[in-house]
């Protein structure tokens, strides 16, 4: 019975009028969500968490650095499920919201390296580094805009779907690699600090805004996605039926007089 | 699930096993290229030719950092707890260096000293308030303000 609801609202969602309307709707409240968990978890991170013992107020950055690196990575698994259906099924909505990822996994992964760059001038003595770590992280933002560009060279977007997904999939290689270069190498980067088993090595007076700031790139993330795909969707079916009446109560608003 | 579904998804293990499989080859290959830094173990135990650039990691050794008075010139031992190497270096060193930190020195092996040309301070993965750093160190506990990764170890 689960099982069968799940499956139809999955085959309802693979419709592009359908899902449009879905994003429509859900879109706001993610971003929504984003903000409200942002903001409260950015007053927590500035004026409630401690200092660090040894990097004093740099050390706030992490509740910037470390939730969009994790998001930068799990936007990639996220996009490759995608890009998985997209190649077996062929569901054209599933083609669409990988192509929408990568841009926004780009995005998290470019803040990532920076945040860590601005850190590590003051705490390391250098911007950059070519260690294991910040190389795999760079190889990822290398792989999100080698997607976006071999989507964006074929004239028939269904293809350069198709095409950058096979991509997709490739690059998923890199993902452990970048998670355990600070256990298999020696870097200038540190250890793992939050540990989802096991002890982390943070101080508990520290987690709070860490979380709130993480769940903030969840909801980013969903309400990115949502809305671009469905720009994806709506631009690429411009001329169809259904482009127009979802679009109609907007179009009615223009034409009115002002 | 279709025959041609079928096809298509032994199509995509296929890829993700092959990429798999070559990158795991290249990573154990290049295992010692990919090392940011050797430990003095590595130099103890391993003739290293002179001219040789290489990174040194270990931890600032209590009680060897010698400061000159009149210019930037410092003096200090990289320990990883079995062997010890000392650095010789000319500028201003990071924020985060003083004894027991972890640093990794960049420069030549030269008549058995280090001649480094840079010094990066490495962080550990601990975070913690002050006033908890002071508490464990009231305690007498040995993880506060020391590096707490055995990277540094004989096997790094």
Known sequence: MIWSTLKLWFHKLGSPPIFSVFARRVAPWLWAAFFACTLYGVYLALYVAPPDYQQSDSARILYIHVPAAWQAMLAYVIMAVLAAIALIWRIRTAEIMAMAAAPIGAALTLICLVTGSLWGKPMWGTWWEWDARLTSMLVLLFIYVGIMALYAAYDDPRKGARVASVLVIAGLVNLPIIHFSVEWWTTLHQGQTIRIFGESKMDPSMIPPLIWTTLGTKFLFGAALLDRARNLLLAQDQHKAWVRRELAPALDDRKQPA | ?156
């Not at chain 2, 070559?22 to 010692?32: D, E, G, K, L, P």
């Not at chain 2, 040194?56 to 010890?84: I, R, Y």
């Not at chain 2, 960049?106 to 750093?133: C, I, K, S, W």
């Open chain 2, 1 to 156: 699930m279709t025959r041609t579904r079928k096809r298509r998804m032994m199509i995509v293990l296929l890829i993700l096993t092959g990429m798999s499989v070559a990158t795991a080859v290249a990573i154990t290959a290049m295992q010692s290229n990919v090392m940011f830094f050797v430990s003095p173990t590595n130099v103890a135990e391993q003739e290293l030719a002179p001219d040789r650039k290489f990174r040194l990691g270990g931890l600032v050794a209590d009680g060897t950092v010698v400061q000159s008075g009149d210019s930037l010139d410092v003096q200090f031992d990289v320990t990883d707890g079995n062997h010890n190497v000392t650095v010789v270096y000319t500028g201003i060193l990071p924020d985060l260096f003083r004894e027991g930190q972890g640093v990794i020195a960049h420069g030549y092996l030269r008549n058995g000293r280090f001649e480094a040309y840079e010094v990066l301070a490495r962080h550990d993965e601990t975070y913690m308030p002050p006033e908890v750093q002071r508490a464990l160190e009231e305690a007498g506990h040995p993880a506060a303000g020391g590096e707490s990764k055995p990277a540094y170890g004989a096997d790094a």
